[in-house]
């Protein structure tokens, strides 16, 4: 996960602006300093055969800890109000050196003002899910910003939600939704897995939080992620031995499971529970698009480890025809994937193909995630009587169903 890395594989997968993430750390910050530097942006130009005016513009982020165990994702204008922050938040953090993500002994209220004073951007991270996180241990932003709610423009949904849970709960309706990938290594599978499409006039931190605040004309224009069923805590489940439970169930078993593990409630029944309207979204809301990474689309056609040489190869290769792994996914004729040529074997290139006609056809079944592991997916793709078969294979009792996706790792 250094810059040089983060820089090329964003390329890779159609990224142009990506967050440093642990922007405080004065090692990381030493290496982000180092960058070509323009307008709050920093830049870096990968080598080799990517196009000669190409390059990934960085913008400082980092995600900081509350004294709740809230996570908060700031978006920091430049380097010197960095160090600002890295100053006002050293005496309360014990960490701060060694941890890229701090925990602070303060509350969400004084860190916003904090992010105020250095005229970052702050809003709550993967605001849903059962640990660190606002909804966890809050009802409302009011709650954990108290007189500051009013300044925080975004709430970054995580990967177990997307608009159509956070849309249901009116006080979010003013604020921009982003969709981080929050990515802590950078293959293909992770990295990029959700992002933002915004417009802007250009790569800068001023233009992002325009975007973010939706002034000017800058505006997001698409959020694209996961599939909520796919996140590591969409249904409430046990964090030892994964059982499933319904909201009612874990509450008549106060929570514990019949292995006695924790039971962590799921982001679709916290959403169930703070929910106040009926979900319709707000004029200025972007569509959402649901997105499976295309290395995870390949290994489903090939029944092979999205990480695997093989899945590797054909990935690069649909890459360099394509570009980029939207391109791929949704907007390339079916016909000009099935006509390009190949050097992997015509068989596994028609299952590929097979493989991205059934994505874009929404012949998707997912499992549902909890307890903190990823759901798994399946692509209904072959005959009626196949499809028909796997049902009956995956109805097992999902606690003992045994993790079949590759996102598991
Ligand atoms: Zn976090
Ligand atoms: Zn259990």
């Known amino acids: 996960m250094d810059l040089p890395t983060l820089a090329t594989e964003a390329l890779r997968k159609g990224i142009q602006l990506i967050g440093t993430g642990d922007c405080l750390h004065p090692k990381w910050l030493r ?15 990968p080598a080799g055969e990517i196009g000669e005016n190409i390059t990934t513009t960085f913008v400082l982020t980092v995600e900081v800890e509350d004294t709740r165990r809230v996570h908060h994702l700031l978006i920091v204008p430049s380097i010197s109000k960095a160090e600002e922050l890295y100053e006002s938040f050293r005496k309360y953090s014990p ?125 997001p224009v698409l959020n694209v992620g996961f599939p909520p069923q796919e996140g590591k805590y969409n249904e409430s489940a046990c964090i030892r031995c994964y059982t499933h439970y319904s909201l009612t169930e874990a509450i008549t ?73 939207v391109t791929v996914l949704i907007d390339a004729p079916i016909d000009s994937i099935l006509g390009a040529h190949f050097d992997f074997n015509s068989d596994a290139h028609e299952r590929v193909v097979e493989a991205i006609k059934a994505f874009r056809e929404g012949k998707v079944r997912i499992l549902p995630g909890g307890g903190g592991k990823y759901g798994v997916i399946e692509l209904r793709t072959g005959t009626r009587e196949e499809v028909k078969e796997l049902e009956v294979k995956q109805e097992p009792e999902r606690g003992k169903m045994k993790q079949r996706s590759l996102l598991d790792f």
């Open 31 to 45: 290496e982000i300093r180092a960058l070509e530097k323009r307008d709050g942006g920093f830049f870096y130009k």
């Open 95 to 219: 960490d701060i050196d060694s941890d890229g993500r701090p925990s602070l002994r303060l509350n969400g209220a004084e860190i916003a003002e904090h992010a105020k004073d250095a005229e970052a951007l702050i809003g709550p991270c993967h605001a849903f899910t059962p640990w660190t996180a606002l909804y966890a241990y809050h009802d409302s932003l009011k709650a954990c910003y108290g007189d500051m709610a009013g300044y925080i423009p975004f709430v970054e949904l995580g990967l177990s939600a997307d608009s159509s849970y956070a849309d249901r709960i009116g006080e979010l309706h003013d604020l921009t939704f982003l969709t981080n990938s929050d990515a802590h290594s950078p293959y293909p599978i992770r990295l990029a897995r959700e992002f933002n499409r915004f417009h802007m006039e250009e790569m800068s931190f001023e233009e992002l939080k325009a975007a973010i605040k939706r002034e000017r004309g800058r505006k």
């Open 253 to 325: 078993r106060r929570w514990r499971c019949r292995c006695s593990g924790l039971i962590k409630k799921g982001v679709r029944d916290r959403v169930n529970e703070l929910a106040d309207c009926d979900g319709t979204h707000p004029e200025h809301r972007p569509p959402y698009l649901h997105l499976i990474p295309l290395a995870e689309v390949t290994g489903l056609a090939l029944h092979k480890s999205p990480s695997s040489k093989a899945v590797q190869k054909i990935w690069e290769a649909l890459l360099a025809e394509f570009d980029d792994e």
